[in-house]
């Protein structure tokens, strides 16, 4: 699968790596925790540790190499990158207002209360939200999956969060730009449908639905050739079953690869957590944000556009436990700001976890995961198939294991 470096060559103690698979297997395989799981760790781009175990669900198959996973919200990297590309080529700028594009969004209100069985009552006019809002998660949009508000309930009313099958781009628009924001864009931080908002913004100034966008400007240059939209005809035996976690019970596949609705086309690309993809091109796609950009000779973006994308774009230097409204997300929130995309750590000592001043990350709700370290060069994949991601500990315990392997650190 990957043609693994030498371990200490690379600055790793290759028997301290070797504890990860007999871990994965003790601790979440053998038990049924989780169904499977792939890891990749590599330094400077070159994989220095690679496990795969367990099935591809129910039927018993081994699982394979080259088996597709739902990556979730390990989308919303790949559609800030894309927007990106658009904010280099001076088609779009961060800090101008989403009405340039979204002029169903001119009218947006701030929540006064409301919804359930009774209307929204009447808000105050939302200040503009801008692109950058977006990007950061601190538009005043929600998840549905939040669970706290009423404003999340209308949001799983629309099934905003599963737009794929009954919503086309406009439509989803129309529909969100009818409910109010929770507050005032750019005041707080929630995690939301904001990265399917900024999707369809580059659909719009791409002219392009987004799957195309993603294939012609960053999976084919990074010949990263199983990620899409959905699953490739005749590749449905490659899809894993999708699980959700049960208190004190086997997780219950709830998606069954080969009959999953991945396998045919859908009305609307979710840049917020549609895609499908393999541990080898999320390899690929977290090494040239690694490399500032680049991989084997396809620049994706520049390093600077990069560099601040992981920077810390919370108001005054904030961590998100300073601006954090949301029950759930992809992020630990001590220690822990926002940039244009991924989360970072801003200051290791609070995240109680080994890592690095300035390492970026993000994840999946089905317990996929991803890191790339600038200071140590270090990235990390990791694939399973269980809902929610907030289930186990398994990415701090990753980290644990990854970095106590280190022998030569770059700090």
């Not at 169903?104 to 009552?121: R, V």
């Not at 508000?149 to 439509?171: K, M, Q």
């Not at 990791?382 to 970095?403: A, C, D, G």
Request: proline fraction near 6%.
């Amino acid at each position: 699968m990957f043609d693994l470096a030498d371990a200490g060559e690379l600055g790793f103690d290759a028997g301290r790596l070797a504890r990860i698979a007999p871990f994965l297997s003790d601790a979440y395989i053998a038990n049924g925790r989780l169904p499977n799981t792939q890891l990749v760790v590599a330094r400077d781009g070159r994989p220095v540790h690679y496990t795969s175990l367990g099935k591809m669900g129910d039927d018993g198959r081994e699982l394979r190499d080259d088996a597709l996973f739902r990556i979730a919200s390990m989308t919303k990297p790949v559609a800030s990158v894309a927007f990106m590309q658009l904010v280099e080529q001076c088609k779009v700028a961060l800090e101008e207002p989403v009405t340039r594009v979204f002029p169903e969004f001119a009218d947006l209100a701030l929540y006064a209360g409301g919804g359930g069985s009774i209307p929204f009552a009447p808000g105050t006019p939302a200040p503009p939200m801008r692109f950058v809002d977006l990007l950061t998660h601190m538009s005043g949009l929600t998840y549905g999956l939040q669970n706290r508000t009423n404003i999340d309930a209308v949001y799983r009313e629309n099934n905003f969060d599963f737009a794929r099958n009954h919503l086309d781009s406009d439509g989803y628009i129309e529909k969100l730009a009818q409910l109010p924001l929770e507050f005032a864009p750019g005041q707080g931080w929630n995690y939301s449908v904001s990265t399917d908002v900024l999707g369809i913004a580059v659909e719009r100034i791409s002219g392009m639905r987004l799957g195309d966008y993603f294939e012609q400007h960053i999976f084919g240059p990074l010949g990263m050739k199983d990620t899409r939209f959905g699953v490739a005809e005749g590749q449905a035996d490659r899809l894993v079953d999708a699980y959700a976690y049960r208190p004190g019970k086997p997780p219950k596949m709830i998606d069954a690869g080969a009959t999953s609705k991945l396998n045919r086309a859908g009305t609307f690309d979710s840049g917020g957590g549609g895609l499908v993809g393999s541990i080898a091109d999320y390899h690929r796609f977290a090494t040239m944000l690694l490399n500032g950009g680049e991989l084997d000779g396809a620049r994706i973006l520049s390093p600077k556009t990069v560099r601040l994308m992981r920077t810390n774009h919370l108001p005054g230097g904030a961590d998100l436990t300073e601006m954090s409204s949301s029950l759930f997300s992809e992020a630990n929130n001590a220690g822990t700001g926002f940039g244009l995309g991924f989360a970072m750590v801003i200051d290791p000592a609070k995240t109680l976890m080994p890592s690095s001043l300035g390492e970026f990350y993000w994840g999946g709700a089905y317990s996929t995961a991803f890191f790339v370290d600038p200071v140590e060069r270090i990235t990390m994949v990791f694939m399973t198939q269980v809902y929610p991601s907030s289930t186990y500990p398994i990415r701090r315990q990753l980290k644990t294991l990854i970095y106590s392997a280190l022998t030569q650190s770059h700090a």
